[in-house]
């Protein structure tokens, strides 16, 4: 390949053992910067040849430590195949490289006023590469789902004799041609091959958009405002929530034209010029009805933009973060854990009231917002990483809260994965849904693509 | 706090591994690993200062390879001073002693951030 692609310098290689979770790996031996597909190629091969483990990588922006190295071997980076390959806005897709920035693509795509819909937090570093093994979704998931209902078709290279590529699904929406392994692929978190291209459903940028942003004094009426919201055929595709504490906290040092207080709610509908003002009409007064106590509104990006109606959302995890940092002082390294959980957005009023008194309980401030459109919630911790007892604290809160979200009829994670943190998750959804068999079947079809497990051993199985 | 090295440990220690400096990083798309923005930067000037890592060649242009635009220092959730610890960590590879092949990568690295 060339001593260009391969740094075995241990104090650049230990930038790729990491991510923002604080999962920390273990050293590795070299990284490795593919920059054509047959580098991939040579790269699986020599790997099967002497078992040497493999740690593919994005932008390590994973929050399950999907992607650190768990044992003496390398890390590939997917960082320098970055090229979009093909737009062809007739046939509605795009191909890219694995390394390619999700922002970047969409900075493209916007100039044919076209746009790749997934959109999560990390967007701005993340890559199309670890989006697909993540599983990645996003604040548009309420309308426009996630990585699997956009991924079209790979070129996966898989760990054999030949380090062969195979091309998986079709470059066409309609495709039958046996067992749907290209899909297999999204949320495979790098176990199973390396994605060298991919091909991705595409679809234009909306004629118009709408926005309210509004703030409830009583979670259950904000909550009764967004399921009103799911029984009309507004069909948004943001539907976004924190509750009051989390406000406060996330809004702090920010300078807002409007006063944030009580619980937020921030609807987003695409419209189109002719029926902006009567679908804003409706949804200002639906939320007046429901006791919205401020609202404001605007029509498209830039308006909304302007007047900030995005910001305390944003400011999220940076509350979180500050917040902790305050709390903790100068000392230690601190962490925030994110919580991913799913349940039908029926049941999201439940799993909020739920998640609340389970932070009670333990004495946490818990910051809870989520993309409530898809029913997908984001319950965050902060803390000490230094401080062992928090943190076996803070793992066992992780678990109740999986258990609601079982409970209640939802998934352990909609979106960031198994990784290391939710291996346990796992194992109890399916036996909670009484299939724990189907982890043995993941286990075999793990062993068909990779086997000497060689592909980022010690994930999700 | 004046001493460089422990405020380099007591603010670059802070740094979340989020990644979102990368984004807005001018040289980050250019140069050839993690090490070529901020996230990557800082957290060698951490290593660095605790004596976890040598000052190599690509610790020296890792850290001389930022133009100290502080456009990273937008995006992080924390409002690291990532410039200030990019300074600082300069300041310990220039110690007394510096090895010419060290003054090779800076030379090296201020023709990058010349093409850059």
Redesign the interface.
């Known amino acids: 390949m060339g001593k260009a692609k391969v740094i075995d310098d241990p104090a650049i290689a230990i930038l790729y053992t990491r991510e923002p979770s604080g999962i920390r790996g273990s050293h590795v031996k070299a990284v490795v910067f593919p920059e054509e597909e047959k580098d991939v190629s040579l790269i699986l091969k020599t790997a099967y040849k002497y078992n040497v483990p493999i740690y593919p990588q994005g932008s390590s922006t994973s929050l399950s430590g999907n992607s650190v190295p768990l044992e003496p071997g390398i890390v590939v980076s997917m960082e320098r195949m970055n090229r979009v390959l093909e737009i062809n806005i007739v046939d509605n897709y795009v191909v890219v490289e694995p390394g390619v920035r999700m922002e970047d693509l969409n900075a493209e795509l916007a100039k044919y006023r076209y746009m790749f819909p997934v959109d999560p937090a990390s967007s701005s570093v993340a890559t199309i590469g670890g989006a697909i093994n993540n599983g990645a979704g996003g604040l548009r998931g309420a309308k426009y789902g996630t990585m699997r209902d956009w991924l079209l078709a790979v070129r996966l290279g898989i760990a054999d004799e030949e380090g062969s590529i195979l091309n998986l699904g079709c470059y066409t929406v309609k495709c039958r041609s046996g067992y749907d392994l290209a899909r297999l692929i999204v949320g495979s978190e790098g176990t199973l091959g390396i994605v060298t291209r991919a091909v991705l459903r595409i679809t234009p940028l909306p004629e118009d958009t709408v926005y309210a942003l509004s703030f409830f004094d009583s979670l259950e009426d904000l909550m009764e405002a967004f399921i009103e919201i799911r029984r009309s055929r507004l069909n948004p595709f943001m539907l976004e929530f924190m509750d009051s504490a989390t406000v406060d906290y996330a809004s702090k040092s920010l300078d807002l034209p409007y006063e944030p207080k009580g619980n937020l709610f921030l609807v987003g509908i695409e419209t189109s010029p002719e029926s902006n003002q009567r679908i804003l009409d409706t949804l200002t007064s639906l939320l007046e009805s429901h006791g919205a106590h401020t609202i404001i509104t605007a029509h498209g990006d830039k308006e909304a933009h302007d007047k900030k109606l995005f910001a305390v959302r944003k400011n999220l995890f940076t509350g979180q973060a500050r917040y902790t940092l305050e709390k903790e002082g100068s000392s230690g390294r601190i962490m925030v854990m994110i919580e991913d959980i799913v349940v039908p957005p029926s049941k999201v009023p439940e799993a909020v009231t739920l998640i609340r008194g389970l932070g009670e309980k333990y004495g946490f401030t818990v910051f809870i917002g989520g993309h409530i459109g898809d029913g997908n919630l984001h319950p965050a911790v902060g803390f000490n990483a230094e401080d062992e007892e928090e943190r076996k604290r803070v793992e066992q809160w992780f678990h109740e809260v999986m258990e609601i979200a079982l409970k209640l009829g939802g998934s352990i994670s909609a979106e960031h994965g198994i990784g290391l943190l939710k291996k346990q998750g796992l194992r109890m959804e399916l036996e909670y849904k009484n299939s724990l068999k189907a982890l043995q079947l993941m286990k075999e079809i793990k062993k068909a693509f990779d086997p000497k497990g060689l592909l980022n051993p010690g994930k999700v199985l | 706090m004046n001493d460089p090295r422990a405020r380099i440990i007591?603010t670059a220690?802070?740094c979340?591994?989020?990644?979102?400096c990368?984004?807005l990083c001018p040289t980050r798309?250019l140069g050839?690993?993690?090490?070529y923005g901020p996230?990557?930067r800082v957290?060698?000037a951490y290593?660095?200062a605790k004596g976890d890592?040598?000052a190599?060649?690509?610790?020296v242009e890792?850290l001389y390879s930022c133009l100290l635009c502080r456009a990273c220092e937008l995006?992080c959730?924390?409002?690291l001073p990532i410039a200030e610890i990019i300074r600082n960590a300069r300041g310990l590879v220039a110690e007394p002693g510096l090895k010419a092949s060290r003054t090779h990568s800076i030379n090296r690295v201020q023709v990058f951030a010349r093409r850059t």
Do not use: D, Q
Not at chain 2, 16 to 20: A, D, R, S, T
């Open positions: 007591e220690g802070k979340l591994y989020c990644g979102f990368e984004a798309p050839p690993h993690r090490g996230r990557g957290n060698i290593m660095l890592v040598e190599s060649n690509h610790v890792s995006k959730p924390i409002a």
